[in-house]
């Protein structure tokens, strides 16, 4: 019989986490944690780092956006930039708030409620680690490329293909990360960059032991719509749960999550030719035949003239796969 409400974790980057939260935000038979990714270094993100020693900014405020019941204003005051000729255009109005809260406390858990509080957040945000430290990638001809955003400048199509990731200095868990797993229904892993989004989470001391500790725990883990130049150029849909399962660990996974919605050939062409993307598939069934997860193909495109999910169809595989 199911419980009156489950919990729901969700780990993941802020990007399209966005649409995924906003899609189950209101529905009242969930506790939502959504445990984000402490290793952003770009643009003023990496300003406010360097400058206040404090933990990225920028991915917290989409999960805050996502699960406020005040979405949009909260939206447009987030958004918010100074203008150019202002001595604070360079950061939103977002990072100042959030740099300011951490000024008035060095306690980042307060802080953190506070913000929450202030804003009508239905759930929890839960940073993955308290502590700060930077992904770095081997490739396979040896070159070592640190920090998360030079990943993205120095990666490119004379690259040799990533190795391995790891973070430096090793971090451990935030401890509320790790509870949350511990009384989860079900973890969801979501889209977009593998290696600079997805990955840094697993990484971190605590994380996969904690869902592998949790034996009643549904995974699901939603693959990405298109692949990423340089980074997974040549990636089929098996190639991404293989990737994550080397840093999870095999037979962890119990759902694979694949778009099967139709992408034009007119469509595919535009983003292979601009964007050196193509659409991530089940190319060959056959592989997937003695897996010990269930693979399910869904339409989760968004109707419009570029690729991108659908959180409402999101919402829907996620509600017959929970409640089923």
């Known amino acids: 019989m199911k419980k009156d409400k489950l919990n729901i974790v969700t780990i993941w980057w802020w990007k399209w986490s966005y649409w995924l939260l906003s899609s189950i935000r209101d529905n009242d038979n969930y506790n939502i944690s959504a445990i984000i990714s402490m290793s952003d270094s770009g643009g003023s993100t990496w300003v406010l780092r360097k400058e206040f020693n404090m933990l990225p900014p920028w991915d917290i405020r989409r999960w805050i956006m996502a699960l406020s019941r005040e979405h949009d204003l909260v939206k447009q005051l987030f958004d918010y930039r100074y203008d150019s000729e202002c001595s604070v255009w360079w950061h939103s109005l977002w990072n100042l708030i959030i740099t300011a809260m951490s000024q008035i406390t060095w306690d980042f858990d307060k802080w953190l409620k506070q913000v929450s509080r202030m804003f009508k957040v239905k759930g929890r945000v839960l940073p993955v680690t308290l502590e700060i430290s930077d992904l770095n990638v081997k490739l396979e001809d040896g070159t070592l490329i640190e920090w998360e955003t030079d990943i993205d400048l120095k990666l490119n199509e004379n690259s040799s293909p990533i190795k391995k990731a790891f973070l430096t200095p090793d971090v451990v868990a935030n401890p509320k990360a790790i509870r949350s797993i511990e009384k989860a229904d079900f973890i969801i892993i979501s889209f977009w960059d593998l290696y600079t989004s997805i990955v840094p989470n697993l990484l971190v001391k605590g994380i996969k032991e904690a869902i592998e500790n949790n034996k009643n725990a549904k995974v699901i883990f939603f693959c990405n719509l298109m692949t990423k130049p340089w980074e997974t150029t040549d990636f089929e849909a098996i190639d991404f749960i ?22 034009s050939e007119k469509l ?4 292979k030719s601009l964007e050196k993307k193509k659409p991530v598939k089940v190319k060959h069934e056959k592989y997937f035949r003695y897996k010990s997860y269930k693979v399910v193909q869904a339409d989760l495109l968004h109707e419009n003239t570029f690729v991108r999910h659908s959180y409402d169809k999101i919402a829907k595989v996620l509600k017959e796969i929970i409640w089923k």
């Open 242 to 263: 293989d990737t994550i399962e080397k840093y999870l660990w095999k037979d962890i996974i119990d759902y694979f999550i694949v778009n099967n919605g139709y992408i």
């Open 268 to 271: 595919a062409d535009k983003y």
